[in-house]
């Protein structure tokens, strides 16, 4: 299975940062990586997906970057409603595989 | 608009068998892959398989393999996680979840199950 390594694990930041997370795949994967963004008690809502495709209705300050096995997810100025955890998953191959989450908090 | 809402929370002993529900509306139900993910409590996301709903095909991930079975059911646009063999483990809330038969990342999510296994 292909693993996803995600960094760092927790951040912390405060509102206005510019914040990017970074996910590394064991092997390539193209641009079959997808990010997604959980709040406590809710259900995972997509970001990014193809690397770098804003889904519709995501604030323009969310991007994405990257091909094979480097990816960036960049906030490029932090608002209050963007504190939460963050996975990227790949869908090159089976099984499909997410990082281990990165936790971003208010400093 | 679309929405994927799922069966209520469960509670079940050990070696039990737990049937999560997830009903569909807001898109033709055979246009997408349904997937179930794992998220134990505090931890992160785990992919356990999907359905095809125009012919049933599914896919397993290995760890699953054998105690899982994911179904669909096309007259009721329901899909459904049959998760058997329980342990302790097993306490998770899951996920259905909706992709695209092209690319398979999750456009819809349910809003989750919580099952817990106790003794």
């Known amino acids: 299975a292909i693993q996803l390594t995600q960094s760092p694990s927790s951040l912390s930041a405060s509102v206005g940062d510019r914040v990017t997370i970074t996910c590394r795949a064991s092997?390539?994967?193209?641009?079959?990586l997808a990010w997604y963004q959980q709040k406590p008690g809710k259900a995972p809502k997509l970001l990014i997906y193809d690397a770098s495709t804003v889904e519709s209705g995501v604030p323009s300050r969310f991007s994405g970057s990257g091909s094979g096995t480097e990816f960036t997810l960049t906030i490029s100025s932090l608002q209050p409603e963007d504190f939460a955890t963050y996975y990227c998953q790949q869908f090159h191959s089976y099984p499909f595989t997410f990082g281990q989450g990165t936790r971003l908090e208010i400093k | 608009e679309v929405q994927l809402v799922q069966s209520g929370a469960e509670v079940k002993k050990p070696g039990a068998t737990v049937k999560i529900s997830c009903k569909v509306s807001g898109y033709t139900f055979t246009d997408y892959y349904m997937h179930w993910v794992q998220q134990a409590p505090g931890k992160g996301l785990e992919w356990m398989g999907l359905v095809d709903p125009e012919d049933g095909e599914t896919i397993y991930a290995e760890k699953f393999q054998g105690r899982v079975t994911i179904t669909a059911d096309t007259s009721t646009d329901t899909a459904y996680m049959e998760l058997s063999s329980l342990r302790s483990e097993a306490t998770a809330v899951y996920y259905c979840a909706a992709s695209s038969t092209i690319s398979y990342y999750f456009d819809y999510w349910g809003q989750g199950t919580l099952v817990t296994v106790s003794s």
């Open positions: 092997q390539g994967i193209t641009s079959a």
